[in-house]
């Protein structure tokens, strides 16, 4: 099975919520920093948001700071992605994705130290 499983993508309106779930498998989500990043067409992809391992505290990319929320359900080995207030900009294919650490340089352009990635799950954000 795949390690990482991302899922709950679709289309919402602008200023709308929707929430992606992660699941994971092969592994104890728990014990790993995890995160959240993006890619939409034609443009870089972006680190969005990660959970640390250690006491759950959280970093996040300035442009979804106060907007998108990371969190743990570690009995079911899956993590979440609560995304509110959606903007046009939002739109891209968001990626689950086991970190060997959560800090702004793991979310950083050229970060090249994930190795365990989802398939993605696309968002769109339009009226």
């Known amino acids: 099975q795949a390690p990482l499983v991302e899922s709950g993508g679709g289309l919402v309106q602008p200023g709308g919520s929707l929430r992606l779930s992660c699941a994971a498998s092969?592994?104890?989500?728990?014990?790993?920093?995890m995160a959240w990043f993006r890619q939409a067409p034609g443009k870089y992809r972006e680190g969005v948001i990660c959970?640390?391992?250690?006491?759950?505290?959280?970093v996040s990319a300035d442009s979804v700071k106060g907007r998108f929320h990371i969190s743990r359900d570690n009995a079911a080995n899956t993590i979440y992605l609560q995304m509110n207030s959606l903007k046009f900009e939002d739109t891209a294919i968001y990626y689950c994705?086991?970190?060997?650490?959560?800090?702004?340089?793991?979310?950083?352009?050229?970060?090249?130290?994930?190795?365990?990635w989802g398939q993605g799950t696309p968002v769109t954000v339009s009226p």
């Open positions: 994705a086991r970190a060997p650490e959560c800090s702004p340089r793991a979310l950083s352009p050229g970060y090249g130290l994930i190795e365990v």
């Open positions: 959970i640390r391992a250690s006491d759950d505290s959280t």
């Open positions: 092969g592994f104890i989500s728990e014990f790993y920093p």
